[in-house]
Nanobody, 120 residues
């Protein structure tokens, strides 16, 4: 089970931190990723961290602005978002899967999503 939190309304240039709380079993065995879906668009990859926490990947559109991290003790993965742009407005989803991949089809478990709205 994955539960996201931390979304909200922020002005362009601002910051938000999303959290995804996972059950202990899910967190220790799976790769974790963030995806997002903007209105009228397909869901897209944002960032991932592998099960060991040593391999991280970002979409080009967020590289240098977003940071993904995981806290094993809290079984939580975070997405720190800085320098937010109106194009970042979307519902953000946390996902867990057994294959390290940018493809959403490789992820078996999904959270309910949290809305991020960036006003210009």
């Amino acid at each position: 089970q994955l539960v996201e939190s931390g979304g909200g309304l922020v002005q362009a240039g601002g910051s938000l931190r999303l959290s995804c709380a996972a059950s202990e079993r899910t967190f220790s065995r799976y790769n974790m990723a963030w995806f997002r879906q903007a209105p009228g668009k397909e869901r897209e990859f944002v960032a991932l961290v592998d099960w060991s926490g040593t391999s991280i990947d970002y979409a080009d559109s967020v590289k240098g602005r977003f940071t993904i991290s995981k806290d094993n003790a809290k079984t939580t993965v975070y997405l720190e978002m800085n320098s937010l742009e109106s194009e970042d407005t979307a519902v953000y989803y946390c996902a867990a899967g057994s294959v390290r991949s940018r493809s959403q089809v490789q992820y078996n478990y999904w959270g309910q999503g949290t809305q991020v709205t960036v006003s210009s």
